[in-house]
């Protein structure tokens, strides 16, 4: 069981729908972050939230920090071939030196 | 920028065999990870580092061990390979709270057979 469980685990959709990717857990973070991970690569960060409720916008993306901080989602608004990637996200627990990594979405946009 | 670097990029070896996969980092950071991703999954953290001469286990820190004689390197040792070790490993560095990115390497694609 992992402490950080996202949905879905794969996601293929068409080039200008609209998705939404979870990340949940049953413990409290101090602050939660969003990574793309391409073929090959290592992840690259998105975003950082910090504050229960905090919702932070990257262009057609939507990050939101549960009110609890135990879980958070990411909202893609008219989805591009360029989002084609995975999508991490990764807590922090009490401000710690260590991230727990979720298993990651695995979404796929065909033009 | 360099950032941080993995070497080598791909590595097969026999089970049995050792070998350290090397990172080195030119942001002066003083935090460094190790992470080990399986196929299709997330990251599972191995080993990470709060300064020279300071390392800690993470998750999944069997079979692997680390040192951190500098601030710039970290390098991670498997001694006796096993197939179960086959993963993409990523070194990871940042500098300071977590409002700040995790900077990752490229990986390193290791296969025991």
């Known amino acids: 069981t992992q402490l950080l469980e996202q949905s879905p685990q794969f996601l293929s959709i068409q080039e200008g729908e609209n998705l939404t990717v979870y990340c949940n857990s049953s413990?409290?973070?101090?602050?939660l972050q969003w990574y793309r991970q391409e073929p090959g690569e290592g992840p690259v960060l998105l975003v950082t939230v910090v504050t229960g409720g905090e919702v932070k916008k990257l262009k057609r993306l939507t990050f939101q920090f549960g009110d609890a901080r135990k879980d958070s989602s990411l909202h893609i608004t008219a989805a591009q071939p360029g989002d084609t990637g995975l999508y991490l996200c990764a807590g922090a627990l009490n401000a710690g030196n260590m991230l727990t990594f979720g298993g990651g979405t695995r979404l796929m946009v065909k033009p | 920028n360099a950032g941080v670097t993995q070497t080598p990029k791909f590595r097969i070896l026999k089970i049995g065999q050792s070998m350290t996969l090397q990172c080195a980092q030119d942001m002066n950071h003083n935090y460094m990870y190790w992470y080990r991703q399986d196929p299709g999954m997330g990251l599972k953290l191995i080993y990470y580092?709060?300064?020279?001469?300071?390392?800690d286990k993470g998750e999944v820190p069997n079979g692997y061990n680390v040192s951190r004689s500098t601030t710039e390197d970290f390098p991670l040792r498997l001694e006796l390979a096993a197939p179960s070790q086959t993963s993409v490993y990523f070194c990871a560095s940042r500098g300071g709270p977590w409002g700040q990115p995790q900077h990752f390497g490229d990986g390193t694609r290791l296969s025991i057979l």
């Open positions: 413990s409290v973070f101090s602050s």
């Open positions: 580092s709060v300064g020279a001469g300071i390392t």
